[in-house]
């Protein structure tokens, strides 16, 4: 009886399943097939597939709300009232998400990587060459000549001009690094 009652709405929740199960499968290979190509550091790759996770979570409850056929009048009342205290969250909590909204465009964007000299072109911030230790969700942490660390906004990242002084060699500069100087050593 009660499977006879509700089959349409399990068998939309199991289809509903598979298919977030199947793009949540799909987004992480190519995310990670993208963070090996380019070089991308592992627990960077991990923040953004737990942002994917988050969205894929939120989608999969609101069509669980739509296809149980949850009174919607209630719910709107609800609905309205959590989006207002959220409103107002976000709002006070702005530089945060945007922040947030940056890391993810740096991981699939931006030209530099960990180990990178860079200068920000920014008045307000250290004027010299600095290092790229850790590309981080809200931050950028970055290391002068002088030894000081320093974390910079991923939102800064964004609005203002770097420029690339130097690259870090990848693995594979550096083992044709070191077979050229054992070449050369031996000759």
Avoid: C
Avoid at 9 to 35: D, E, G, H, N, W
Avoid at 42 to 65: A, P, Q, S
Avoid at 73 to 78: D, E, F, H, S, Y
């Amino acid at each position: 009886m009660f499977l006879e009652e509700y089959f349409p709405q399990i068998l939309a929740t199991i289809i509903t399943l598979f298919v977030l199960l199947a793009v949540r499968f799909i987004t992480t290979y190519l995310t990670k097939k993208f963070a090996t190509r380019y070089e991308r550091v592992e627990h960077r790759y991990k923040l953004i597939i737990k942002y994917f996770d988050f969205t894929y979570t939120t989608i999969f409850v609101l069509i669980m709300v739509a296809v149980w056929g949850i009174n919607f009048r209630n719910l709107g009342i609800v609905f309205s009232s959590v989006f207002a205290v959220i409103g107002v969250a976000l709002f006070a909590q702005w530089s945060i998400l945007s922040n947030v909204t940056a890391g993810i465009i740096i991981f699939f964007t931006i030209p530099y990587k960990i180990g990178d000299r860079i200068k920000i072109h920014d008045k307000d911030f250290y004027d010299g060459p600095l290092t790229i230790i850790d590309i981080r969700a809200f931050q950028v942490i970055l290391k002068s000549d002088q030894g000081e660390i320093m974390a910079y906004p991923n939102s800064l990242i964004l609005q203002k001009g770097v420029t690339l002084l130097s690259e870090s060699p990848t693995p594979l500069q550096e083992e044709s690094n070191e077979e050229k100087n054992l070449s050369e050593t031996v000759d």
